[in-house]
């Protein structure tokens, strides 16, 4: 026996449910704000019933989410039967809850952290994503499947590698290309629809960092079709890609090849300065005009 005990691994079973533990509460405070019958407690005691399960291996795991599952049972009935609605939001995150539990007592990290994260984002930002999805039309809603079709359906079934014996037809990287112009074209709108003028400014900074050439091209479509009301943030938008894509390049050799990015301090610069000096030109000239 105290052989057992010596060689029982104490700090790695504390670790995992002190994760679970801190995911529970993490989860259960947006619960317990809104007044919820699930709150903090609730919350952690279903993790760390889904981080014992997970310690004690598949058999123990399937009991506690059999456990849980019977008291999310209980708890809708207990409302329903006070003259309130069913709890299904709170039930779903409680049962997520639970499996970021089990995962965290299986000793995994990352999955069961990032669980607990986007189910007290979900959880937290209700009022938002119902604005959101409530203000999206029919052509929107279209338009947005159309783009996950090609980049979830379409994208994954494309053959690896060239198709034609002198290896120039790629097909997943033109493919690529496709869904990137899509993206960019659907971000747009939407960044334009939410914040204005500074959407396209947003499109310009973050497609610079993927291709600063396709979002360039993009941004000129948009304003070859908006007319010249969108002129100036077209302009700063093409200007921040072209920033980030001097920021992406000077990441990546300073990743692969620091030596290089030593070398390429004095253009990388000169054509930082040319940017900005782009930017106090256009801005004098339109406070004179």
């Not at 499109?203 to 948009?222: C, K, M, P, Y």
Request: hydrophobic letters at 55%.
């Amino acid at each position: 026996m105290p052989t057992e005990v010596a060689t029982w691994p104490y700090v790695p079973t504390l670790a995992r449910l002190a994760l679970a533990l801190a995911i529970g509460l993490f989860v259960g405070i947006e619960r317990e704000r809104r007044q919820k019958v699930a709150g903090v407690r609730t919350f952690a005691f279903a993790a760390i019933l889904g981080a014992v399960g997970g310690l004690l291996g598949e058999g123990f795991a399937l009991l506690a989410l059999s456990l849980l599952g019977i008291l999310v049972v209980l708890l809708n009935v207990d409302t329903i039967r006070s003259g309130g609605g069913a709890e299904m939001t709170t039930s779903a995150a409680l049962l997520v809850t639970a499996f970021a539990g089990l995962l965290a007592g299986q000793g995994h990290t990352f999955t069961p952290t990032l669980l607990g994260v986007v189910t007290a984002a979900l959880l937290a930002w209700k009022q938002s994503l119902a604005g959101f999805s409530h203000a999206l039309t029919e052509s929107e809603l279209r338009s947005a499947i159309l783009l996950a079709i090609l980049a979830f359906v379409v994208y994954p079934v494309l053959p690896t590698g060239s198709v034609d014996p002198w290896g120039l037809i790629l097909p997943r990287e033109a493919w690529v290309t496709v869904v990137l112009i899509a993206a960019l074209g659907f971000a747009n709108y939407i960044l334009l629809k939410l914040y204005g003028a500074r959407g396209v400014e947003f499109t310009g900074f973050l497609g610079g960092l993927v291709n600063s050439t396709v979002t360039v091209t993009e941004l000129a479509n948009r304003l070859r079709a908006s007319g010249a009301q969108l002129s100036e943030a077209t302009f700063r938008g093409i200007v921040l890609a072209t920033l980030a894509m001097l920021v992406r390049n000077a990441a990546i050799l300073g990743l692969l090849a620091p030596r290089a990015l030593l070398s390429s301090v004095v253009p990388l610069a000169l054509m930082l300065v040319g940017a900005g000096a782009a930017v106090y030109v256009h801005g004098r000239r339109g406070g004179l005009a």
